[in-house]
Each structure stands twice: as C-alpha cells, then as structure tokens.
C-alpha cells in the first residue's frame, strides 16, 4: 500500500512538473513571438 502510494505521488510530480515545463516553453515563444529577433537563440535552447 505505501509503495503504491509513493508511486501515485512520483505520478503527480511528473506531471506537474511537465505542466510547468509546458507553461515555461508557451512563456518563451510568446517572447518570441513579440520580439522575432531572439527567435533563433531561443530555438537552440529546446
């Protein structure tokens, strides 16, 4: 049962944490988007 629920709880994290990494990346492109100029040096970054 905790084993179980431990790993419930690393699900949650992941998942949150893609949902930042997500919020994150939409931030930056719509940096980008306003200013095209740092489009290229933002493209290497992913």
Do not use: C
């Amino acid at each position: 049962m905790k084993q179980n629920d431990s790993e419930t709880l690393n699900r949650i994290g992941l998942t949150y944490r893609k949902q930042l990494e997500y919020q994150l990346a939409i931030n930056y492109f719509q940096v980008a988007l306003e200013t095209t100029q740092d489009l290229p040096s933002i493209a290497v970054i992913y």
